[in-house]
């Protein structure tokens, strides 16, 4: 059982350049989350989709656009990247029952944009 | 629109002392509230969580965790730190009622420094 599956771990980007996160889980989860943890910032939402065929903007969202594929996968898309999406990114996802609310994390990916 | 505050950039206490990690938020109705914890280059782990009925919530490691309604808090406590406990801890909240947006809000985090 894989969990949350986040792909590439790394990557170093110039400045313009395009790239997609890519985003999985195996445990049949609706809702799907994409976060960037920046020193003493703390996680900012940046896109959520609350179940499959829907995506909502989150407290970061500028610079980014996200793709819910189909269940399981949950895209980032930075169309031109800038020094100031350099961070690392988190997905995450989570039930919708009360009794699976919490959230499980991938290990992240460190994106370096110069 | 959902929040939450940890006034506490850093925490610091001596192994076998109790801990109390603060966490207060805002939502309009009644939460759900988590805690996470992130070891070093890790992705977070989830930890404990409120949803309903008795206050004090009991997590992994020893943790547990008191929801305060009156307070809107939700501190973080262990009876007796360890040096592994050492982490950056985050709180977050969720509003149930949002008309199943499921949206997840995190506050900026706390460090706990336990020492020798």
């Known amino acids: 059982n894989a969990g949350v599956t986040q792909t590439p771990k790394f990557q170093v980007l110039k400045t313009g350049q395009s790239m997609t996160l890519q985003c999985a889980q195996d445990?049949?989860?609706?809702?799907m989350y994409w976060y960037r943890q920046d020193p003493g910032m703390g996680l900012r939402l940046i896109y959520y989709?609350?179940?499959?065929?829907?995506?909502d903007k989150g407290e970061v969202p500028n610079g980014y656009n996200v793709s819910r594929l189909n269940k399981r996968e949950f895209s980032l898309r930075l169309e031109s990247a800038a020094p100031s999406q350099t961070s690392v990114y988190f997905c995450?996802?989570?039930?919708?029952?009360?009794?699976?609310?919490?959230?499980?994390f991938g290990q992240g990916t460190r994106l370096t944009v110069v | 629109a959902q929040s939450v505050a940890q006034p506490e950039d850093q925490v610091n206490v001596a192994e076998g002392n109790p801990l109390t990690v603060k966490c207060t938020y805002s939502?309009?109705?009644?939460?759900?509230l988590f805690w996470y914890v992130q070891y070093p280059n890790r992705g977070l782990q989830f930890l404990l969580k409120y949803i309903t009925g008795d206050n004090l919530v009991k997590g992994s490691y020893g943790f547990e965790a008191e929801f305060n309604k009156s307070q809107t808090s939700f501190h973080l406590k262990k009876p007796s730190a360890l040096v592994s406990d050492s982490a950056l801890y985050f709180c977050?909240?969720?509003?149930?009622?949002?008309?199943?947006?499921?949206?997840?809000?995190f506050g900026a985090g706390t460090r706990l420094a336990v020492h020798p």
């Open positions: 445990m049949n989860h609706n809702s």
């Open positions: 977050a909240v969720r509003d149930p009622w949002d008309g199943g947006y499921n949206k997840l809000i």
């Open positions: 939502v309009s109705g009644n939460p759900y």
């Open positions: 989709s609350a179940s499959e065929g829907t995506t």
């Open positions: 995450a996802s989570s039930g919708g029952h009360i009794m699976n609310t919490e959230a499980f």
